[in-house]
């Protein structure tokens, strides 16, 4: 199978394959330049279909990928957005709009007053669900055999419950109404599942597969779970109001990039590395802490058995990368490359260490 942007596809869904199964023996080399002769045009940014005409965002989605070359195992994509809390619309809360010089900004207004008469459904007529699943129709119509398109990730467990209740709130809600947590997260699990029903049915991942918002390929359902709630929680709520929920919601999906977000939660590391189907860590330090050393976070992820999201600059850092952190046979390199011949060096020196 060829896509139009990708013809050498069946290639890297083959090696795709081997890496999440751990057997590729080198990272993926993720690798895009600007196609010679052509005007590099951006991606549209996440959310701009909320305030764009859908047709107008997937045709600049289409003239991204046609101004550059996806090279070694990177598979063109790109996913539907509408806004960050997209999921906690979906369930009953009203959205804020916030207008910037830059376009629309999203938050939703906590609605849930009562954990113990609480009653949270997936809102099939919602105006947010119809209105992206007009927009899903509309890159299935003009993406498909030309990009990939799509990923399952909503919003996750306590950052879902979070949002609709508020973070204080739910906080003493651990200690004054822990059954009433679980009650709720029951119920954000049902509608959860339902909506992954939909996804399925809408982006057809069997047939091309799915990528993330980061460019992580794979056959099946892919997606990007987090709980970034657990940055202000200590490990014995984590594990007992997130962990559970999490370990459901990764059951639905084939693939799995975990979104390791600050340093708040380091501590949850083993935890969240515990869940067998996890493949890759993505660490994100969090705004001023990009240039600090993270090597003994790497070391300590990589002895856990997962692989890492990392970057080199060369094929020397490359390698030098892999054999360090290689435990899980798992890596996903991004590489600074401006032809070609600059990303194929990267797949010439593993080839040599073979």
Known sequence: MELEFKKDFDEARKNWGLFWKGKLNRPIILAIIPKPGKDPV????FGEALYRNHEDVVDQALRWAESHEFLCDMVPGFTPSLMVSFFPAILGAEVIEIHEAW?????????????????????????????????????????????????????????TLGAIRGTTEL????????????????QILGAYNEVIDEYIRIFEFEKYGGVTRHGFYADGLVGVPQCDFGFSIGKEHFDEFALPYLKKEIERLDAVEYHLDGPGNIIHAESICSIDKIGVVQWVAGAGNEKKDWTW?????????????LGAASPEEAV??????????R?????????????LRYLDAFEAIR
């Open 320 to 329: 030098s990368l892999w054999k360090k952190y290689a435990n899980s046979g």
């Open 331 to 343: 890596m996903i390199l991004g590489v600074h490359a401006e032809t070609r011949d600059d990303a």
């Open 42 to 45: 951006s991606p549209p940014k």
């Open 171 to 186: 906080m003493m809600d651990f200690y004054d109404n822990p059954e009433g947590v679980h009650n709720a997260m029951r």
């Open 297 to 309: 976070l790497y070391e300590k992820i990589n002895a856990l058995g997962k692989g890492l999201w």
């Open 103 to 159: 376009g629309v900004d999203t938050a939703v207004s906590p609605f849930v007053k009562d954990l113990g008469n609480v009653n949270l459904k997936f809102r099939r007529d919602s105006k947010w669900w119809e209105q992206w699943v007009a927009l899903c129709e509309c890159f299935k119509r003009k993406c498909a055999g030309r990009i990939v398109f799509g990923e399952a990730s909503l919003g996750y467990n306590l950052d």
